[in-house]
């Protein structure tokens, strides 16, 4: 297994337009969770799936940020008329949802908003 | 609130010295707790889980304690070496019974030198 991907590994655009990430876990997760992570902070929880149940959300996303795992595999983020604010490293992880709880993380997609 | 506080500066330490980091959580009570290691422009990566029955842990040269009764763990790097120069999160977490989301310390940064 080749370890959580993520793409792009970075965006740059401009204030108002739509974005969208994609996420792969490791094959054999079926919890997938998305974080954002800006400059001196850790990590910060955005949303999480069971499969392709998004099962938590956190209160800082906010309406135009919307998660999706159609066929419980790989994930999507999309951010809607992008703010400054929303510039940030968007993390994802997986992880198995019995006995393990370590999660694998992704490289990151760095996002840039003009 | 729960709050998780990890020593913001930088840790400047000699090659061959043991570091210690401090995590220190307050408004919580969390049954594990995890420490990760990132790199600049990279995802965190998962280095050790302990129990809070469990003092101490140890894997290789790292060594971790875990004090419930101070709200308090310790992450040792014993013998450190420039390689080991990264920022290291803390991660408490209460029993949900399954692998949950994580919140994390906002790290300490971790610089070894000749």
Same mark, same amino acid.
């Given at each position: 297994d080749t370890g959580v991907s993520q793409d792009p590994r970075h965006k740059i655009t401009k204030r108002g337009q739509n974005v969208t990430f994609r996420c792969d876990p490791i094959s054999e997760h079926n919890r997938l969770y998305w974080y954002r992570q800006t400059l001196g902070?850790?990590?910060?929880?955005?949303?999480?799936?069971?499969n392709e149940a998004q099962l938590e959300k956190s209160r800082l996303l906010s309406d135009r940020f919307s998660a999706?795992?159609?066929? !419980?595999?790989?994930?999507?983020?999309?951010?809607?008329?992008?703010?400054?604010?929303?510039?940030?490293?968007?993390?994802?992880?997986?992880? !198995?949802?019995?006995?393990?709880?370590?999660?694998y993380f992704g490289p990151g997609t760095r996002l840039t908003v003009t | 609130s729960q709050k998780i506080e990890q020593n913001s500066e930088a840790l400047n330490i000699q090659e061959g010295k043991t570091a210690t980091l401090t995590c220190n959580y307050t408004n919580y009570s969390p049954a594990y707790l995890q420490w990760y290691r990132q790199d600049p422009g990279r995802g965190p990566v998962f280095l050790l889980l302990i129990r809070e029955n469990e003092k101490e842990k140890?894997?290789?040269?790292? =060594?971790?304690?875990?004090?419930?009764?101070? =709200?308090?763990?310790?992450?040792?790097?014993?013998a450190s070496q420039p390689a080991d120069s990264a920022t290291?999160?803390?991660?408490?977490?209460?029993?949900?019974?399954?692998?949950?989301?994580?919140?994390? !310390?906002?790290g300490t940064r971790l610089q070894v030198t000749l």
């Open positions: 902070q850790g990590p910060e929880f955005l949303t999480y799936f069971q999706e795992r159609p066929k !419980g595999s790989f994930s999507t983020l999309e951010i809607q008329r992008t703010e400054q604010g929303d510039s940030a490293m968007y993390l994802c992880a997986s992880s !198995g949802d019995r006995g393990a709880y370590e999660q | 140890r894997k290789e040269r790292l =060594k971790v304690t875990f004090d419930t009764t101070l =709200k308090q763990s310790l992450f040792h790097i014993t290291y999160l803390c991660a408490p977490q209460p029993d949900t019974g399954t692998a949950s989301k994580l919140t994390f !310390g906002t």
